[in-house]
């Protein structure tokens, strides 16, 4: 159970990460409003 | 939908170790998510509720993804960030259902098509990208490569009109009409949402909809 529970948060840090960094490469996310960007998430 | 996504990320940031860098970048992954999912959602029901769930979501895919490129105007919440898409989405794809059941024929889609796609082209090129104070674009290169991506992406919905248009031509259906105008009206609004007029408006309805919350 503990294996598994685990293996279910790095999936979810896994994806979420993804979309993170997906969202941070374009100008902004889906539709109208935008989240204030992380800022190690930010270009220098 | 942010305290959830919060929630959400300090549970995983806490599982796994991790820093906080790490957890904010969870925190905004879950909510890019959970918002995006959200307004699909939206979309599809209440387009479902007036039997033109497929259209709005055309229309909703459509800007959403010029969007990604080209930026454009931005609401103050999630729920009225929601709201005026699902409005907006529905909305048109009512308006087009409407139009499509009274009149249907080939001027109607390529008239208005060349107008906008070169109203488009021309906003797309001089005002794209458009950022905001929560995700400033500060790189020329990055302003750059947004611009060309949505160009790119213009040229791309160009192609697929085109096509639909001219596969109605060879078999007479109505709904690839229908297809078009769903293009168009995703490209207009998002293009909208580019110029001064389309910033005004939805401050207006975004200041309305925080005044009545």
Same mark, same amino acid.
């Given at each position: 159970m503990k294996f598994l529970k685990k293996h279910l948060f790095t999936l979810i840090a896994v994806v979420t990460t993804l979309a993170a960094t997906s969202v941070a490469s374009s100008a902004c996310w889906w539709y109208a409003y935008q989240p204030v960007e992380p800022k190690c998430l930010r270009e220098k | =939908?942010?305290? #959830? $996504? !919060? !929630?959400i990320a300090n549970k995983v940031a806490s599982e796994l170790s991790l820093d906080q860098d790490n957890r904010e970048i969870i925190a905004y992954g879950t909510f890019a998510f959970i918002q995006m999912l959200f307004s699909i959602i939206?979309?599809? #029901?209440f387009g479902l509720l007036f039997h033109v769930a497929f259209e709005a979501l055309i229309i909703s895919f459509t800007g959403a993804i010029l969007r990604k490129y080209s930026g454009g105007v931005h609401a103050s919440s999630p729920w009225i960030c929601n709201f005026i898409g699902t409005i907006v989405c529905v909305g048109q794809a009512i308006i087009i259902s409407l139009l499509i059941s009274l009149v249907v024929n080939l001027y109607l889609v390529v008239i208005p098509g060349v107008v906008i796609f070169i109203w488009s082209y021309y906003i797309i090129y001089k005002l794209a990208p458009v950022? @905001?104070? @929560?995700?400033p674009i500060i790189k020329m290169e990055k302003r750059n490569? =947004?611009?060309?991506? $949505?160009?790119i992406l213009l040229s791309v919905y160009l192609v697929i009109t085109v096509f639909l248009i001219l596969m109605y031509v060879s078999s007479g259906e109505k709904k690839l009409i229908f297809y078009a105008l769903c293009l168009y009206s995703g490209i207009l609004w998002q293009a909208f949402t580019l110029t001064t007029p389309g910033h005004l408006l939805v401050g207006k309805v975004d200041t309305f909809l925080n005044h009545i919350y």
């Open positions: - | =939908m942010e305290k #959830l $996504s !919060n !929630n939206l979309v599809f #029901l950022d @905001s104070a @929560s995700k490569r =947004m611009k060309k991506g $949505s160009i």
